[in-house]
């Protein structure tokens, strides 16, 4: 199965944070990420009870640390967008549709929970690769903490070993930049961008890409780009072999 990171950002209260540590060794999980914590004591290591090596070894980072390490970022989120036109957090999936997307990865999946007053911010939101929404009464959906890494953790508490290995973050964030410079060559209106490159993350995160599939995505550009400018390319590549030899 792919190596699961549960990532709790700015979490308030060090109760919830030991309970988290207690589910995700119910269900088998235990690479515990902190981001910007709470202040944990006692308290904390009461509410994890048998799991207090999880907490132990939790992990405090901060946001691109995890964003940098991460192959692929789901973010959790109980308010969900109801028109394509405010498409920040949709298309949004389910946490037994999360299941099935990430089987076959194996690679380093960072699954972020938010704060317990107001879950993740619009620009966290944004930069995630999927969006993951458990079904809840629409009278009072948000869930505690706690309760929502449970069930996110019991859907995927029985994943298969992944079968091959996602493009790298890394190389993903290559693949962004070389789309939004493209946008740029093509004179696509700058009061789109914005809305653009997140509808371009959606879909390229739920494709769950390969090394060889964000190459193949470059080549595809590149010669697009030739088209458009060969001589440029043709300059850029005399420069290129006139540098300086080893």
């Known amino acids: 199965m792919p190596e699961i990171d549960i990532v709790l950002v700015a979490p308030l209260y060090e109760g919830n944070v030991g309970f988290v540590a207690r589910v995700m060794k119910n269900f088998g999980f235990s690479c515990l990420v902190m981001i910007d914590p709470c202040t944990l004591g006692q308290e904390a290591q009461a509410r994890a009870a048998h799991a207090r090596d999880v907490l132990d070894s939790a992990e405090i980072l901060t946001l691109g640390e995890v964003f940098s390490r991460s192959d692929l970022v789901i973010a959790t989120t109980g308010e969900v967008s109801k028109s394509i036109c405010t498409p920040n957090r949709m298309p949004y999936f389910q946490p037994s549709e999360i299941r ?79 789309i939004d410079a493209y946008l740029d060559k093509i004179d696509h209106p700058s009061f789109k961008r914005r809305p653009t490159m997140l509808l371009i993350r959606r879909v390229l995160g739920r494709a769950k890409l390969t090394a060889r599939e964000a190459s193949t995505l470059h080549g595809l550009m590149r010669r697009s780009e030739w088209h458009l400018n060969p001589e440029e390319f043709v300059r850029k590549k005399a420069q290129d072999d006139d540098g300086p030899q080893d």
Do not use: K, Q
């Open 100 to 178: 099935d997307m990430i089987a076959d990865v194996d690679g380093r999946i960072a699954i972020l929970f938010g704060r317990e007053n107001w879950g993740l911010n619009n620009e966290e939101i944004f930069r995630s690769d999927i969006i993951c929404t458990i079904p809840a009464s629409d009278n009072y959906p948000i869930l505690n903490l706690s309760h929502a890494v449970a069930i996110i953790c019991y859907e995927l508490s029985y994943l298969s070993r992944g079968d091959y290995l996602l493009a790298s973050r890394e190389e993903m964030d290559h693949l962004y930049a070389h």
